[in-house]
């Protein structure tokens, strides 16, 4: 067990410094060091302007978030792994040569990532949180310790509940949209009709804010029961059988005829449609974190009073809406068009083409929360402000990583450019939400900026291919 | 009439020389064997002359086609069977075939993968995702693609390397007769029993340098087998 334990630890390692480059990976820790040190020395600034439980909330979602994606990316990991390193395979995904039971193998596969993801990415969080409260001169309302433990169980819980849900998935996809959709609609009753706070279902939240035995506990608890019932009800699904499947590319490529991409973009949705994952992709990786993006939105604007949360909410579609692209590059590597007559600019336009299809899912999300909130006013600027975010992100991330999102946007200086053109205009533009519902309009501007990064892309990564 | 007309080609990867000033021509209808041992710089040679690398000096021309100006036209007209198999993921071996062939905008292109698919006798895998097939099934379909555009000349690196020996029977008649047929092949292999049989000429490679080039009947006259000759120059100057 300990053997295992420790291997599973090296083949982490191992796989994080073959991703990003050995000096860069080594680098990480550090540089959430000083990302956490320069964000907690604004603490003062922060406890003027935001409630204790903004700040708690904001903490919490944080690594509630970073949990759920951790877990998330179990969903698809191998399929990602895959096209970065060829045919991959990890000790959990190996069980049927061990002489140990799946359900074992994958206890010490959750552990791991709990230990892992500590060391490397709560602690030097914590530490440069330590290091700042020593300078600062305001006292923190919430001990370092406490700050720890309730970070690494929001980790815990984030991790804990999508491996609970990828376990309901893997019996059957449909009881989890109904769960999924009755959790929703409960959600809406109760903030309708009662007055329950909502994010006292995240237990680890009311922990930092007053800490007792029993919060702990039901803490631990729902861990607990989320990991015992995905551990016992584990179900991996070995792909070892042959998949067949009509043929499709002609009715796909049919429907597309209004572009000139159909074909590629015929291959991009059977990608979609038959890789592992399938729908759960769509659930976990857009819609869930668009719901909770929202949550938080709301939560945040009842305490300013002046942002409007619909536009608010559209500018961070917008910009988390670009994952689709992610998606749509990570199945097949480029060089299976190495050898056929294809440019690379067809590819990166095909993309785009599917790209904006999807992204109407994006539009939809925006469009209900629209109609649920009685918003209908503000819904125009909305849309403006989503798409022409989403394009804007979409072209930042074409120029900068062209085929290849999924592996040079964890490399540090390519991601530190990414932030430096993304940011910026997202900060104005929610700047401008808040103090206006015209002003918000200049987003449009992005729009043109947008084709350009596009043309340029093109043109920059043909000749980059080309090179090689 | 020159089909390949090489002239001082040279790819350096990081400092190391993978291709080391190599010049050769290969006529039309010629079956040419590019013979050496792993790593000898031999599908580094057929990805520069298919314009999927840039090499880092010298000339070459396809077709009368410059490979480094035009590499998308290159491609258009010759097949190519890459050294590793690599049809896409989540589309059937038929979709396969499908996309390559609009991509090369084929003309009666169902009656093509059709016969593929009876010719390499795995029909009943027509509609298994390719992630799926097995490595010979996706060796077949590879072997299909490169050559359902009935392309002037085929770069086909180790395209037997999988194949079950009723397929590599069939594959190895194809080809003597496409190049029967005033056709073009290009092949890159290690197992010298398949030049052997295959080649009209051929050339060694070794550590980046073509060590030898020429008809393979010289070497049949001096009354020696391709292995025993290939040791020989390979031991030869592996000692020098």
């Known amino acids: 067990m300990l053997e295992l334990f420790k291997n599973m630890m090296k083949e982490e390692w191992r796989l994080h410094s073959s991703l990003y480059g050995g000096l860069l990976f080594a680098l990480f820790p550090i540089f959430i060091f000083i990302a956490s040190f320069f964000i907690s020395i604004l603490y003062p600034i922060f406890e003027r302007i ?226 592992e994952g399938g729908l759960g992709k769509i659930i976990f990786s857009l819609i869930l974190p668009l719901l909770f993006s929202w949550f938080l939105v709301s939560f945040l604007s009842q305490f300013i009073l002046q942002v409007n949360s619909l536009l608010i909410f559209s500018i961070l579609v917008g910009i988390f809406s670009s994952t689709i692209y992610n998606w749509l590059t990570e199945y097949d590597p480029p060089n299976l068009y190495f050898f056929l007559p294809v440019e690379i600019s067809v590819l990166i336009r095909s993309k785009i083409w599917s790209y904006l299809i999807i992204d109407t899912l994006s539009a939809l999300i925006l469009l209900t929360i629209a109609v649920y909130t009685n918003q209908f006013l503000f819904l125009p600027i909305a849309l403006i402000l989503f798409v022409s975010l989403s394009l804007y992100t979409l072209s930042v991330t074409i120029y900068l990583t062209g085929l290849y999102p999924n592996i040079l946007l964890y490399n540090a200086k390519i991601f530190f450019e990414y932030v430096i053109l993304i940011l910026p205009a997202s900060l104005i533009l929610i700047f401008l939400s808040i103090i206006s519902s015209i002003l918000p309009l200049i987003a449009a501007s992005l729009i043109p900026i947008s084709m350009i990064l596009i043309k340029m892309s093109c043109r920059k990564w043909e000749k980059w291919f080309r090179s090689i | 009439m020159y089909v390949v007309e090489v002239e001082n080609l040279t790819k350096i990867f990081n400092g190391l020389v993978a291709v080391d000033s190599v010049s050769f021509k290969v006529s039309r209808g010629e079956f040419f064997g590019l013979l050496g041992p792993n790593g000898a710089g031999k599908t580094t040679i057929i990805r520069m002359l298919t314009g999927q690398l840039k090499p880092t000096r ?183």
């Not at chain 1, 096209?83 to 010490?108: D, H, M, W």
């Not at chain 1, 680890?204 to 631990?220: G, P, Q, R, V, W």
């Not at chain 2, 071996?93 to 006798?121: M, T």
């Open chain 1, 50 to 275: 935001f409630s204790r439980n903004i700040i708690v909330f904001l903490l919490n979602s944080l690594f509630l978030l970073i949990g759920m994606s951790v877990g998330g990316f179990g969903l698809f990991s191998r399929e990602v792994l895959n096209r970065r390193f060829g045919q991959v395979s990890f000790i959990a995904y190996s069980v049927r040569t061990l002489p140990v039971s799946e359900k074992i193998v994958f206890l010490n596969f959750y552990i791991k990532d709990i230990i892992y993801y500590l060391i490397f990415w709560i602690l030097p969080f914590i530490a440069g949180f330590t290091v700042s409260s020593l300078i600062i001169s305001t006292t923190l309302f919430f001990s370092i310790p406490l700050l720890l433990l309730t970070s690494l169980i929001s980790f815990m819980i984030g991790l804990s509940l999508i491996f609970l849900l990828s376990t309901i998935y893997a019996h059957s996809p449909k009881i989890l949209v109904i769960i999924l959709t009755s959790f929703f609609l409960l959600a809406l009753f109760v903030r309708s009709f009662f007055e329950f706070d909502l994010k006292k279902l995240i237990p680890s939240y009311t922990l930092l804010l007053d800490f007792s035995i029993e919060k702990f506990l039901i803490s631990i608890g729902l861990i607990l029961f989320c990991t015992t019932f995905s551990i016992l009800f584990l179900k991996i699904d070995y792909p070892m059988r042959k998949r067949h499947y009509a043929n499709e590319l002609r009715k796909l490529t049919r429907l597309f005829k209004f572009t000139k991409y159909s074909l590629f973009m015929a291959k991009d949705f059977l990608d979609l449609k038959r890789s």
């Open chain 2, 58 to 240: 010298g000339k070459a021309k396809v077709l009368g086609i410059n490979v480094v100006r035009n590499p998308i036209k290159v491609r258009e007209v010759v097949g190519i069977i890459p050294e590793q198999e690599v049809p896409p993921s989540f589309l059937t071996a038929e979709e396969y075939l499908e996309f390559v062939g609009k991509i090369r905008k084929i003309e009666n292109l169902e009656e093509r993968c059709d016969w593929w698919f009876k010719f390499l006798e795995f029909e009943d895998q027509r509609n298994v995702l390719c992630k799926d097939l097995s490595r010979g099934t996706r060796q077949k379909l590879m072997f299909a693609q490169a050559f359902i555009h009935e392309p002037e000349i085929a770069f086909i690196d180790e395209p037997l390397i999988n194949l079950d020996p009723i397929i590599q029977r069939k594959v190895k008649d194809f080809l003597k007769n496409y190049v029967r047929s005033g056709h073009t092949v290009f092949l890159c292999t290690h197992v010298l029993n398949i030049a052997e049989e295959l080649c009209s000429r051929i050339g060694i490679i070794d550590r980046g340098k073509i060590i030898y080039d020429g008809p393979l009947s010289e070497i049949r006259k001096r009354d020696e087998r391709l292995e025993s000759f290939f040791i020989k120059l390979l031991g030869g100057a592996m000692n020098a």
